[in-house]
């Protein structure tokens, strides 16, 4: 069988709904998998759950081969994201582990096959990928947010190590109670600890509060709505483009031809 | 008595707006009832609200048949999911159950009759339509956040069962931990109890905090302006047709009219 | 003094921006004694304060009483809202009440002074009138929240009652309950203890916050953003209009101009 | 050296990306430096730590002058509020202090310096920017919440104060009580203590959360998609402008250039 008719066999099996539907199904029983082993269960159900285990292994093994074999290009197959992270995904899932420490990442990558969904539904790939795309959008803004629990982490600790060493013990500690702080979550316990020493520290925990807050749903809704309003203008042009409907541009066209007849009415004699 | 003169009184009866106010005073009753009977009440109220229940019953039922006889069609009535819905409740509340295991689904099919409110005032049926609309564009959002839950449960129970069986025993108690994270309830406690074994942990909730807050508002805010916008889009548009106002499309037809005048007179001698 | 001057020079008085800041001023003292009765005071202070709340009545009756003279129209005094609560105020105030009972009322009345802060600033008036513009539209809303609370209530109550009757015991605690957990307070502690008799009751809470969380998300957004879109919209066009920049209905016209133009040329011999 | 030739240094030192790059790694070793002395550190590196942190108020000191330096005109410097900041924040530094009532406000400087960060990266200065210019919008919005928050404890602690000192003791304390029902933290604990005495109140905190709620969520989201809408206008605008997309407004310049061709003919013999 030559290479070519490998390739045109694998592309065919690849845009077959069927197979799409079994691997979705075998991504399914594999989460399945995954919760299952999480109960207790007795040692033949383990068994049984370590055997599907492999042939899942296997099965996407196949399934990546066939998409690669499909590919024409080589090259472009390692190009995607997602098909980089499917082939590490089998490969680690192929080495046998016995050692206890490594057998903990074996069921971490496992628990990862899961997302393999993802990169085979297209729906929550596109859903993905737009999330992703916010994401640097809001890079400035988590850097100026972490800014702001810097220097506020800073003082917390110059001020309140002395009353909780366990809330405000170093920098780190204190930029975590100062995200809970954020969450409302016991913030007044934080807060009337620290009153009874500094009596004004209340201004420290609402402007804290104040800022993050209104900072933060300031500048996410911004963005969302910004993304939005770009996305829909974008799509409300298209389908006016489609529906044929004129823009502006099309009526300075007509004006400008009945322009060019005037003039060339006016050079007749 | 004919039926086609059934079909007219019905059909007056119904579109009677006394009919109407009536109905849904027996309704907000039918509440009222509910609400009375979770209070400790005597033997002779108690008696009194039974009847009342009965009556309110017939009175649905009544209600019903005008309606079903005031249709044309009668294989029309079934196909709104609201007909087919205040059908069942009032099947369900004749018959006469005196078991105790079926005198609790007797008391929750009478509670459901307050949700014939939203299918009597047409204000709230559209209210709730559009939210049910909306519902569908979750569908792939609601898919990917299950995704990210079904991971998070996955690990949280891998390496923090140890620690604490009640909140991480097995993926379906995990998951209600990460969606009790989710809503920031306690969660410093379920963090700081995994942070005396796993110093790191904390980049655990943080991740998924930031990752489930951060896409729950990203794409609900999306969902819902998106409709709004779409809907307000429409409106405007039907609002200036209705006003009279020109469209684009209106001036481009007045220039092709401008242009083909010209081009008639060039055609003159 | 004629009647027509006294409405002159209380016409006078009433439009000097002194006499505003004085009674703003005024205002400001009210709210501040208001606050700085909550504190422990001495004898004399309390004397003190009492003489100047007095002064204060007496002022604002001087400042009702100039701006009555000086409406042109008695009768419109009582057609503004703010007006007759500004008069209500000081009618009450000036009531001399010792007992106990009443006196709380004259201390309630004293505290709503400081709305007279609102009454005052135009800009707090427009702001809150806005506020009280979107309301309406919230409720239908509101009461669809309500019968999805009064459902989950009494469902709530028929299964719970037995389990906590401090949190379940009428259908009235249940709603303030239900209240409690959608805004994810301790909310928890609720469930885990229905939990403990009803396994699945996970789900009674899930799909209450999901559908509380949602709905009000939903449409609180929804109003909000449609009731902004509007106001720009208008206020987009009332900039274009007072720029002089073309609408669409003045090019329309500019055409039909145009037209005219041409049929009277080719009406020409 | 001459004043010209100085100024002309300072500002190609200015301009140097990589002196840019420098300063941008100083503020981040300041950053770390001030981070590494929240934790238990030796004498070794806490006199390593204090000789950097010298040598980082020259580089800084340095720095300031070669911009100050590289000012065409020097009164301009004054002018911005980062450079003042800056300037502050670096002669501040200066200061040698041993007290230890002095020595605190030493070390706040040195954490203030971290919002030198702000200063230099101009996407994060664009970014505060714009978030300051959101605020005085806010203005109104707030004197209005305060106005409530206000009132509400007022009346608080008129009713609550017997109940609970530690809460309701003055109109202060029952302000930061009110913040904090406003955030939902423990808010229950302290409705249930005042519905023993006064069993309606929990109308009290109902009401004021959706005042609060609702007033903050629409005042909030109404600004920022007020301002966003605005921007968005504006640079789609300027797209389009660039791209050469006629406007309505070339439109009517194109007929009304029609029509004067028209009447030039109609006025030709």
């Keep these: 069988m030559s290479i ?28 399945l998998l995954i919760g299952a082993k999480t109960y207790e269960i007795n040692e033949t159900a383990l068994q049984l759950i370590t055997a599907l285990d492999w042939s899942i292994t296997f099965i996407f093994l196949f399934e990546i081969v066939v998409r690669f074999l499909a590919e024409e290009r080589k090259a472009d197959f390692f190009k995607s994201g997602w098909n980089i992270f499917d082939t590490l995904i089998v490969v680690v899932s192929l080495i046998p582990i016995e050692d206890s420490e490594l057998a903990l990442i074996g069921r971490l990558v496992r628990i990862f096959r899961v997302l393999r969904m993802v990169s085979i539904v297209p729906e929550l790939r596109t859903l993905l990928n737009s ?45 975590l109670t100062l995200f809970r702080v954020m969450t409302f979550e016991d913030w007044t316990d934080v807060m009337y600890e620290t009153m009874t020493v ?9 402007s804290f509060i104040f800022l993050t807050a209104f900072a933060f749903l300031n500048m996410v809704i911004g963005i969302v709505v910004g993304v939005m309003e770009d996305e829909h203008a974008a799509e409300r042009k298209a389908q006016q483009a489609a529906d044929g409907v004129p823009t502006i541009e099309d009526l300075s066209a007509q004006i400008a031809e009945l322009k060019a007849l005037l003039q060339q009415q006016q050079q007749r004699p």
């Design 4 to 31: 070519t008719q490998l390739q045109e066999i694998s592309a065919r099996i690849r845009s077959n709904k069927l197979f799409e539907t079994f691997v979705v199904s075998i991504i399914i029983l594999s989460a």
């Design 131 to 175: 999330l992703l795309k916010a994401l640097p959008q809001l890079g400035y803004v988590i850097l100026l947010m972490f800014i702001i629990f810097y220097i506020y982490a800073a003082v917390g600790t110059t001020f309140f190590r002395p009353i909780n060493a366990e809330l405000w013990g170093d920098i780190a500690i204190s930029m």
């Design 198 to 206: 500094y009596p004004l520290s209340w201004s420290y925990y609402m």
